[in-house]
């Protein structure tokens, strides 16, 4: 009985081991001397696509020569923290964004974080994107090649895989910007079968009971 129970808790153990799922790191750096004195708006999207509460994104390191104020800026639904320390994305609603004007200088960066986790029965993955907005008209400030028209600079689609990552151009040639993966890491997740070994406990003692 022992060593039946033993190979159990062996077998259950390893279903319960932490699942990975990879992460990613990424530094964002935009040259903005051909904007510079042009105030415009900011724009951190971070949509839920797969309809689950799966993933989380933070934007921090943020570093720039122009001038900002985060009195402010504004943002919707599932975003808390500013610019000047670090800004949390969850995705427990459908659209959660950060808006931040600012007059640009000559450069500006920041390092994003996310998991990246996809529920593999939705057709849609969760998304981050950012923007830079007209004040005036709350749209694009230029076009970029992005393919769906939105005019990105970046898309960071969370598809549980390495390729989720979209870099765009401006199509007038300036500005300009790069997004370099600083890591991507796996994460551990709580083993989805840990509920296994608590049952078969269960049955294990149940049945030494009726044994004795």
């Known amino acids: 009985m022992c060593k039946t ?5 062996f077998l259950a153990g390893l279903l319960a081991a932490p699942l990975t799922s990879l992460a990613y790191t990424l530094n964002v750096n935009i040259n903005t001397t051909s904007l510079a004195g042009t105030s415009a ?4 999207d971070f949509i839920n696509g797969d309809g689950l509460t799966n ?3 933070q934007v921090g390191s943020f570093l720039t020569d122009g001038v900002f104020n985060t009195a402010l800026a504004s943002s919707q639904n599932d975003v808390t923290g500013l610019l000047n320390t670090s800004v949390s994305f969850g995705d427990s609603q459908f659209f959660n964004e950060l808006l931040q004007p600012i007059t640009f200088g000559n450069s500006l960066q920041f390092q994003l974080q ?3 986790i996809f529920n593999p029965g ?11 907005l007209d004040n005036l008209t709350s749209l694009p400030l230029f076009a970029t090649t992005d393919s769906t028209s939105s005019d990105a600079l970046f898309a960071l689609d969370l598809t549980g895989a390495t390729d989720g990552l979209s870099v765009f151009n401006a199509t007038a040639g300036s500005p300009a910007w790069s997004v370099q993966a600083a890591g991507n890491t796996s994460v551990p997740e709580p083993g989805v079968f840990l509920l296994i070994l608590a049952g078969l406990s269960s049955a294990y003692l149940r049945r030494s009971r009726y044994l004795v």
């Open 55 to 57: 993933n989380t994104a």
């Open 41 to 44: 708006t900011l724009a951190f």
């Open 114 to 116: 996310a998991t990246n």
């Open 5 to 9: 129970f033993n190979n159990i808790l």
């Open 122 to 132: 939705s057709l849609t993955p969760d998304s981050f994107s950012f923007f830079i």
